[in-house]
């Protein structure tokens, strides 16, 4: 089966609101439902490329993240009536990998979500079960060496990102509602040279439709300034508002999606990654690992 191109999957992320996965096709010859249903309660969906719906990019050796959803009966997911925590089990070929709970995240007016953290020591294909959710939900976890999508523990990408007074083509260099956003003074190249950490948002505010991706920028926004010796810089995919063409933060860190956000330390070293969805607490506490 062909997997989607990056521009397919980015243009399927701004033109389909609500959608439960990432549109596309993965790179095997097994389709996967949506979503796992249960006759009663609530089930497991995903809100991140499980590897049967798009591309898989969870990789074996480092901490990798993914967060899930809550399907309601009706298929639709659960914002009201959400639990604050779900308890689950992360196994492979009926080996467990992972146990513990999830708590429940998300900003209000968005759909709650459940970042699942882990770190799988091999690859393969896994599930995700949780006590009366259904049945298990499954996805896949590649080698390191078959993705360019940067990881923990790996040096940040440079990028000359556009900026206020060079914005090298990009127009707009900045979809937030309220003008341009305070992340485009200098470059992500300039950024890494501080010798402090640095935070590389990669969002379009205008375009994510998707129900989780949620106010990434705002939320950025209200945690820098109290965020000592840290330079934020946001880059939007697109070069134009056509949506054909792509910049090339997209093609330096491979991304099929949007938002994402990569912390790294004064060193340069990335701490922390947050790709799909994310809110204040997550941010933060990527903000603590990269300042700490």
């Known amino acids: 089966m062909q997997q989607p191109g990056r521009r397919q999957v980015l243009a ?12 596309g096709c993965g790179g095997g010859s097994t389709t996967a439902p ?18 049967y719906r798009a591309p898989a990019v969870l990789a074996a050796g480092s901490r990798q993240r993914a967060p899930f959803i ?8 659960v914002v009201e009536g959400a639990p604050d925590t779900i308890d689950v089990t992360v196994t492979r070929a009926g080996v467990v990998a992972h146990e513990g709970s999830i708590d429940r995240h998300g900003e209000p007016g968005v759909t709650p979500y459940y970042p699942l953290v882990f ?3 091999v690859p393969g294909d896994f ?24 990881q923990v523990g790996d040096p940040m990408r440079g990028v ?4 206020v007074d060079h914005p090298l083509g990009v127009d707009p ?11 485009h003074e200098v470059t992500l190249t300039e950024a890494l040279a501080t010798g402090g950490s640095t935070a590389l948002l990669v969002s379009t505010p205008r375009y994510c439709q998707t129900d989780v991706c949620g106010p990434a920028l705002e939320v950025l926004m209200s945690l820098t300034p109290g965020t000592s010796g840290l330079t934020a810089v946001h880059a939007e995919p697109w070069m134009n508002e056509n949506l054909k063409e792509l910049t090339p933060v997209i093609g330096a860190y491979a991304l099929d999606f949007e938002p994402s956000l990569v912390v790294a330390d004064g060193d340069g070293i990335i701490r922390d990654i947050l790709h799909f969805a994310m809110d204040t607490k997550e941010v933060r506490l990527a903000l603590r690992r990269a300042t700490a």
């Open 160 to 163: 000359d990102t556009p900026t």
């Open 119 to 121: 770190t799988p020591e």
């Open 12 to 23: 399927g992320l701004a033109g389909v609101a609500g959608a439960l996965v990432l549109p």
């Open 70 to 77: 809550l399907i309601a009966s009706d298929g639709w997911p």
């Open 127 to 150: 599930e995700l079960s949780g006590a009366g959710l259904g049945n298990p939900y499954p996805f896949r976890v590649i080698e390191r060496s078959a993705t360019q999508l940067v």
């Open 173 to 183: 260099i900045c979809t937030w509602h309220d003008g341009t956003c305070p992340f």
């Open 34 to 51: 949506t979503t796992t249903m249960a006759s009663d309660g609530f089930t497991l969906g995903a809100r991140f490329a499980d590897g």
